[in-house]
């Protein structure tokens, strides 16, 4: 009877090592097929314009071999990119206006210091509006090594009122990522009635960088000569404009969205997301799915280069956590 037990406790034993190693596999295959995207992303890209920024937000395990700060560098996936968004991570991971838990912070910093450490650029984005708040993002951020912006509203549709001035604001032409400043993060422009009452606020700013859409709400997408005025900050110096893009989920009013879709959903098409009505997961390691955002002339980020954009800003980075 003990033989066929200990028999018995070690054949689950093996089970159980076995799903745990195929569990750290299909982890492994899901972050690898998001590393494998920006890399052709940015080959795509800078094969056209080799000074074209590629900047990914969140899923900033990436960046590390076996996606733990212990980890190697990833020099692959580091190479391919020249920044690293992320948001709340000094305020708003919880709730916004709230100061984000001390182990969520320390994770993600020792993570973040070793794409900072590989001497790309670090784009923090706080969700905060108390001006004692702002104030604590921005000085916390800047003690870390890390540009900084605080958003009084979590859809990115307006222009913060606080701090005036802007942090570390300077009349410098601004023609590289690691001489940015501050940035503007203006992803939604629907407070705004025109293209032209858009321009002109952000104009009236001294931020060094812009992170906005390509398209404004009416559906029409901005024009090099647009992005061109966008460039000029209030001061005289002239700031960088990146694009805005979501590649781990689909949008349905985006150009590329097709009513059919809707009844017959294509093969890489997967669930609505609860939290954000019209965006959709998708199978990012899918081909035609990658055909849309990049790869040939009608692609995603086609338009955005054609548009004059300095780069662009990758969103749900972090897709490979809804497939682990």
């Keep these: 009877m003990k033989t066929r037990a200990l028999l018995l406790s070690l054949f689950i034993l093996t089970l159980s090592c076995n799903a745990e190693d195929d569990d750290h596999e299909n982890e492994t295959e899901y972050k690898q097929k998001m590393r494998e995207f920006v890399m052709g992303i940015s080959q795509y890209a800078k094969s056209q314009n080799p000074v074209f920024i590629i900047i990914p937000q969140n899923g900033i395990e990436l960046v590390s ?57 670090i784009l923090a984005i706080d969700y905060c509006s108390t001006p004692s708040k702002v104030t604590s993002s921005y000085s916390q951020n800047k003690a870390a090594g890390y540009v900084s912006f605080a958003a009084d509203k979590r859809e990115l549709n307006s222009i913060p009122g606080f701090p005036i001035p802007v942090p570390e604001e300077n009349a410098a032409e ?43 709400t009416d559906g029409s997408s901005f024009t ?74 009608s692609s995603y980020i086609q338009k955005v280069l054609n548009a004059g954009f300095d780069g662009v800003y990758l969103d749900i980075i972090d897709a490979f956590e809804y497939y682990e």
Excluded: C
Aim: charged share 20%; no cysteine.
């Design 174 to 216: 601004i023609k590289t990522l690691s001489q940015v400043k501050n940035f503007l993060y203006l992803i939604n422009p629907s407070n705004f009635n025109t293209k032209t009452s858009f321009i002109n606020a952000v104009t009236a700013t001294n931020y060094d960088l812009l992170i906005m859409d390509l398209y404004f």
């Design 65 to 121: 071999s076996n996606g733990d700060a212990s980890g190697a560098n990833h020099d692959a996936y580091l190479g391919a990119i020249d920044g690293n968004g992320q948001e709340d991570l000094f305020f708003g991971y919880n709730n916004d206006d709230e100061a984000t838990p001390a182990a969520d912070n320390e994770y993600l910093r020792a993570l973040l210091n070793k794409s900072k450490n590989a001497g790309k650029t």
């Design 224 to 297: 090099p000569a647009e992005i061109s005025q966008l460039r000029k900050k209030a001061n005289g110096g002239k700031r960088l404009v990146v694009s805005y893009m979501s590649i781990g989920e689909a949008e349905d009013y985006r150009y590329y969205w097709q009513n059919s879709w809707n009844s017959v959903k294509p093969e890489w098409l997967d669930a609505e997301n609860p939290d954000w009505k019209g965006n959709y997961k998708v199978k990012y390691w899918n081909k035609d799915w990658q055909n849309i955002i990049f790869g040939n002339s």
